[in-house]
């Protein structure tokens, strides 16, 4: 991972602007909008925006393409469990590895600080 992106995205989860979540990578319960550590990146870094699509689900959308990030593998920016897929790890520069990793300590209830830390010393 580039330098400059790790430090946009470490210095964006400790900025207190994003709400952590768990198990998406954007939702949106009761009007209030939520993130994992993944989604914070996409956020970041992918020049894309979120959509509701239902129930509080988010959709990203990039360059005039619908992307579900639950749903599609070929052509979208995420797999099947919301997380980056081959071509938007590419361009980040992020391995599957540490995607897995971010995600697992994200949803076992590290906090943001606790996993930027992670990325400071790690990537």
Do not use: P
Request: glycine fraction near 10%; include cysteine; aromatic fraction near 14%.
């Amino acid at each position: 991972m580039k330098a400059d992106v790790r430090e946009r995205w470490v210095r964006a989860l400790r900025s207190g602007k994003y709400k952590q979540g768990w198990g998406r990578l954007c939702s949106v319960e009761h009007g209030e909008t939520s993130f994992c550590c993944i989604g914070v990146l996409a956020n970041e870094e992918l020049n894309g925006h979120w959509i509701e699509e239902s129930e509080g689900l988010q959709g990203f959308h990039r360059k005039g393409l619908k992307i579900w990030w639950e749903f599609y593998y070929d052509g979208s920016l995420f797999g099947e469990t919301g997380s980056l897929n081959n071509d938007a790890l590419a361009e980040l520069e992020l391995s599957d590895f540490h995607q897995f990793k971010l995600t697992e300590m994200n949803d076992s209830g590290c906090s943001f600080s606790e996993i930027a830390d992670w990325i400071e010393e790690n990537l």
